[in-house]
């Protein structure tokens, strides 16, 4: 009798240990599984920033990398349009010939007529309808004068947009660029 107490006290503990090993192993594989998937998510994280100095390892839409690509493209892209623009640098304000200053003229820009849309947020990301990353103007010289044309490169609910303002009286109002040109050069960097 004794023995076969023995014999079922070794059975017992030979299947409750058996479970646990499956338990250690089902939880080992979880485990692995977890941490393969988040070295995946990181390294999808880190082929998607930017390698420059000015990169952040946040959801920014718009990095120093991308601005220097942009001024790049629109110093080749004026002189095909005959025209040469000067860029908002950040920190100097971009005066254009009807006298509005940029950045702070973009709390009076209208866009299609309608006020407080546009704002400045050089991350892509902002509080406002059109985010605005980047601002080039070209003062014209023929008359009548004064004559601009002012672009306003933006993201609209996170997708990139060209906003063109060209008034010359009375309360300044943009619109999207139908330049294909200028909008599908600016996506492509963007996208990067």
Known sequence: MKKLIGVLAIAGLSVALAGCGNQNTQSSSNTTKTNSEASSNQNTTNNNTSSSSESHHDSSLWNNQKNEQL???????????????????????????????????????????????????????????????????????????????TYFFAFHNGKPVVLVDQSNNGDPDCHPTTNTDLESNFERIANQ
């Open 71 to 149: 001024a790049s493209f629109m110093q080749k892209w004026g002189p095909t349009m005959h025209q040469s623009y000067e860029q908002y640098d950040g920190q100097n304000e971009l005066k254009v010939s009807t006298g509005i200053t940029y950045p702070d003229g973009l709390s009076k820009e209208l866009v299609e007529g309608q006020s407080g849309l546009i704002g400045w947020a050089p991350s892509g990301k902002g509080d406002y309808e059109y985010n605005v990353v980047a601002i080039y103007n070209h003062d014209g010289t023929e008359p009548p004068l004064p004559n601009r044309i």
